[in-house]
């Protein structure tokens, strides 16, 4: 665990339980569920060995996480975050969000870690909903589904059948529309953005993507 910094702060506190180095990284890969070992691993290349199970283990001992064993036929011990640890997906949202007004685009040399869709699409589609659709984005071979209930997002990975509209372009040109860099209407328009269903639709729901606070950008297309 990292050192005490000595001062009575809810931020100090926070850091001495997860700043260390990969801690985060960590908890973003088990933000969408429980993962094993060898997956954490996988996903999180460059992170040697004994750093993982390390910083596994303090987290486990600040009640971040906890690591049980999956019933049969799996038999896997898996990591998991505790509700304590669920208490970090909002702040890590809006980290997240944070971190990608200073960032560039995505480099095509640039790893993206499987599953990152779901994650960025639940930490910037925020300020509004497009009630009664149903959307599937595809994303450099990434796919989830969207859909507002009672006017809150749900996100899931993979293509529902009843999707209403489908959305296709790539991670770069997704990240041009989140931060404004290119109009929504222009990337539909240029095809960097491919719609099949209501474009009106479509460009509403691009729209509530942001790095900023929760608000809406929508512009109805005429």
Not at 81 to 89: A, S
Not at 142 to 149: D, G, L, N, Q, W
Not at 166 to 189: H, N, R
Not at 204 to 222: A, G
Request: charged share 25%; net charge negative; with cysteine.
């Amino acid at each position: 665990m990292p050192k005490e910094y000595g001062q009575f702060c809810p931020v100090a506190h926070a850091l001495e339980l997860v700043g260390e180095r990969w801690s985060l990284l960590i908890i973003r890969e088990l933000i969408n569920g429980p993962k094993r070992y060898t997956d954490l691993a996988a996903a999180l290349p460059g992170i040697g060995t004994n750093i993982l199970a390390a910083r596994l283990r303090d987290l486990e001992q600040a009640d971040v996480v906890a690591k049980r064993q999956l019933p049969p036929p799996a038999a896997a011990k898996v990591y998991e975050l505790t509700p304590y640890g669920e208490g970090l997906r909002e702040p890590l949202y809006a980290l997240a969000r944070w971190g990608a007004r200073s960032l560039a685009p995505p480099r095509a040399d640039q790893m993206l870690a499987p599953g990152w869709l779901v994650n960025a699409v639940r930490a910037t589609c925020t300020g509004g909903c497009v009630p009664e659709t149903v959307f599937a984005l595809h994303v450099d071979g990434e796919s989830v589904t969207a859909r507002f209930e009672d006017d809150q997002l749900v996100v899931e990975p993979g293509t529902a059948e009843d999707a209403d509209v489908v959305i296709e372009t790539d991670a770069s040109t997704l990240f041009c529309v989140a931060s404004g860099q290119i109009p929504i209407p222009e990337a539909v328009k240029t095809k960097a953005v491919k719609v099949i269903g209501s474009r009106k639709d479509a460009e509403r729901f691009l729209s509530l993507f942001s790095f900023d606070e929760p608000r809406s950008r929508f512009v109805e297309h005429v």
